[in-house]
């Protein structure tokens, strides 16, 4: 087996910063109508992630549709609804719900 090294915490703190960097420019190809492109730089994001082995941050995570891995935006391709103490994420590209529980 195999045996990683610990994470130097100011890696980490690179890798989220480069995480942050990708998915605001995936939102700024959004924005500009390239969808494809968008996904594209949301799948670099979770790339860096698991290069490193450093979990994208929660707000993060969540523009990230878990199943098509298509990037994400309210009103656009994403729904978000409360039911039954849950917070529903609808992707509206392959019709994946996430569910998050919250008090
Ligand atoms: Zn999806």
Redesign the pocket.
């Known amino acids: 087996m195999r045996r990683y090294k610990a994470l130097n915490p100011q890696v980490k703190g690179k890798v989220v910063g480069e995480m942050t960097h990708l998915l605001a420019q995936a939102l700024d190809y959004f924005s500009a109508g390239k969808k494809d492109m968008a996904n594209k730089w949301a799948q670099k994001a979770r790339r860096v992630g698991m290069k490193y082995k450093v979990k994208m941050p929660t707000q993060l995570r969540r523009q990230i549709?878990k199943?098509?891995h298509?990037f994400l935006v309210v009103g656009k391709n994403l729904m978000i609804r409360t039911k039954e103490g849950n917070v529903v994420y609808h992707?509206k590209?392959?019709k994946?719900m996430m569910k998050y529980r919250y008090r």
């Open positions: 549709c199943k098509c298509a992707c590209e392959c994946h």
